[in-house]
């Protein structure tokens, strides 16, 4: 990652941190949180918004976020106090939270992440990577949709029969359902070792109540990845 522009703005519990910006489609919008929520919704005005609140009584200047533009897109996160930089995906902070709400344009990727909080990214035009570890995962997009907690559930909606990469969908402690349309053609492997496997689709192949490693549809199709430990795995059909 190559930084372009920092910009840092102090954030307290009484006043929001707010940055709108233009980045090309194909590019990538990232949201870095540690405690708090991340949420996704689409874009009217055709360019990236992105909304923070501290949750509570923070001191003042004791969080900060921080805007990196790069040749990727941007990348936005909570900076604490004796640090500078934006710590590495999973890594756990101080306890003050942090929530955030980014509006994605058509065609803008979408990663978020959090440690403690859910990950959510509804009715987006984009592809979604979405990971959590203590907190829920859901998403719907006509993109492919990669998503992980270790605590959590993950329900997924993909609104168009096919997807440019495979979705994968993964947790430990929690069950994963996904809802495809009733047209989709897949190659799906699905595994649950404390749970069992629900699908809604006619699967060919080595099926079981706790593995699935076989096709769905008419042929054909991208492979689809779905891993829990202990929860079920539901497959639905949508529209």
């Known amino acids: ?137 859901r998403v719907s997009t006509t993109g492919t949709v990669q998503a992980k907690t270790v605590n959590g559930s993950i329900t997924a909606s993909l609104l168009k029969p096919f997807w440019s990469k495979a979705p994968e969908l993964s947790t430990v402690n929690g069950g994963i359902r996904l809802v495809l349309p009733s047209s989709a053609n897949a190659a799906v492997q699905a595994a649950t070792k404390n749970g069992k496997i629900v699908t809604d689709f006619a699967a060919k192949g080595l099926v079981t109540d706790q593995e699935v490693v076989g096709r769905i549809g008419g042929g054909g199709g991208r492979p689809m990845i779905l891993r829990s430990v202990n929860g079920t795995i539901e497959l639905k059909r949508g529209l």
């Open 1 to 137: 990652m190559l930084p372009i522009l920092f910009a840092f703005l102090a954030v307290n519990g009484a006043q929001d941190y707010h940055w709108r910006g233009a980045i090309a489609r194909g590019s990538q919008v990232e949201i870095r949180g540690i405690n708090g929520d991340v949420r996704a919704v689409p874009s009217t005005s055709g360019e990236v918004e992105v909304e923070a609140q501290v949750e509570g009584g923070a001191s003042p200047g004791s969080v900060q976020v921080q805007l990196m533009r790069h040749e990727n897109g941007v990348t936005v996160c909570t900076v604490f106090p004796g640090e500078k930089v934006c710590r590495p995906l999973g890594d756990s902070g101080p306890g003050a939270r942090v929530n955030f709400v980014v509006r994605v344009p058509e065609g803008v990727h979408f990663l978020g992440s959090t440690v403690n909080g859910g990950v959510e990214a509804q009715s987006l035009k984009s592809d979604v990577q979405a990971y959590t570890v203590n907190g829920q995962v």
